[in-house]
């Protein structure tokens, strides 16, 4: 079983830069993942195989990938991206989820 | 513009057989660019895969729920269904379809808007 390991919460005041890791044995050998989920939503994927954003995601949204962990980034951070993300890889075909990290916009 | 809605029973009783019904509109399920998913996430907690159906019907499910869990589709509904026997109170949760896009290493790109379960007698 694949272990991620997310910090549970992160804070940060409106427009400042938020860093959300997240950690696993030779994670950079894997594609990683974000999504977010707004209290009572569905997620929504917001970085896939590790950098690149779906169509209809800001560009304050970022994401690297290396060694033994991945990072999403949000520069000039906004109320409305205060939510949990999650960060998944794929490994033996089967997915794992990190436990989450709430966002919180101060 | 693709959609997923899930619909099935909001409560079942424990050791009972959960089924679950995801509708797609907007799109075809026998599209060769995607996989259809079920994850599910317990109230204040973190999201589980389930398991997902791709080409030609095969499948294949977290290890963890492999010997109760089933995932099939029926074409002429365009529907993608879960099949989940012997559910216990660790089953409730909110379940959510996702479509998985290949070109996009299969992550899961749209997502239905979830159904709640409770496991009780």
């Known amino acids: 079983s694949y272990q991620l390991t997310q910090p549970p919460s992160v804070s940060v005041s409106p427009g400042q830069t938020a860093t959300i890791a997240c950690s696993g044995d030779?994670?950079?050998?894997?594609?990683s993942y974000w999504y977010q989920q707004r209290p009572g939503q569905s997620p929504v994927l917001v970085i896939y195989q590790d950098i690149k954003r779906p169509s209809g995601i800001p560009e304050r949204f970022s994401g690297s990938n290396s060694g033994n962990a991945a990072t999403l980034t949000i520069s000039g951070t906004q109320a409305m991206d205060e939510a949990d993300y999650y960060c998944q890889v794929w490994d033996s075909s089967t997915v794992f989820f990190g436990g989450g990290t709430k966002l919180t916009v101060l | 513009q693709v959609q997923l809605q899930e619909s099935g029973p909001g409560l079942v009783e424990p050791l009972q057989t959960l089924s679950l019904t995801c509708t797609v509109s907007g799109g075809s399920i026998t599209s060769g660019t995607y996989y259809w998913s079920w994850l599910r996430q317990p109230a204040g907690k973190g999201l589980e895969y389930i398991g997902r159906?791709?080409?030609?019907?095969?499948?294949n499910y977290n290890p963890s729920l492999e010997s109760r869990v089933s995932i099939s589709e029926d074409t002429s509904t365009n529907q993608i269904s879960l099949t989940m026997t012997s559910v216990t109170a660790a089953d409730t949760a909110v379940y959510y379809c996702a479509r998985v896009r290949q070109q996009y290493s299969d992550a899961f790109d749209i997502w239905g808007q979830g159904t709640m379960v409770t496991v009780s007698s």
């Open positions: 159906i791709y080409s030609r019907r095969s499948a």
């Open positions: 030779n994670l950079g050998d894997k594609y």
